[in-house]
């Protein structure tokens, strides 16, 4: 089973920024979309961006937009999300997530179903005010 492990959280005041990795422990692994999602304590796990890989969509949270950026590198092996203007809201476990049932759908629709077959275990961020 492929394992798809985050790097790059920690803690940063509010106004900073942190970029997350997310690498499969397999290089041969392929995935057809990424996801990012983050939970906080006593919420919902939440959609924050997502790609497919094919370029064709990307999704952000409305929270996020303009301020966060989901990118893929050449290979399309792996996965950051850019974060910029962190506010405490942000404070979060991020979850890195990939190999999405189908890209037909309108990659919302998949991001809201949490319709991604594999995750990460997450890697913390926290932001003070």
């Known amino acids: 089973q492929v394992q798809l492990v985050e790097s790059g959280g920690g803690s940063v005041q509010a106004g900073g920024s942190l970029r997350l990795s997310c690498v499969p422990s397999?290089?041969?692994?392929?995935?057809?979309?990424w996801g990012w999602f983050r939970q906080a304590p006593g919420k919902e796990r939440e959609g924050v961006a997502a790609?497919?890989?094919?370029?064709?969509?990307?999704y952000y949270a409305d929270s996020v937009k303009g301020r966060f950026t989901i990118s893929q590198d050449n290979t399309k092996r792996s996965v950051y999300l850019q974060m910029n203007s962190l506010q405490p809201e942000d404070t979060a476990t991020y979850y890195c997530?990939?190999?999405?049932?189908?890209?037909?759908?309108?990659?919302?629709?998949?991001?809201?179903?949490?319709?991604?077959?594999?995750w990460g275990q997450g890697t913390q961020v926290t932001v003070s005010p």
């Open positions: 790609i497919y890989t094919s370029g064709r969509q990307t």
């Open positions: 997530a990939a190999n999405c049932a189908s890209t037909a759908a309108d990659i919302a629709v998949v991001v809201r179903a949490r319709d991604f077959g594999h």
């Open positions: 397999s290089s041969t692994y392929r995935t057809n979309c």
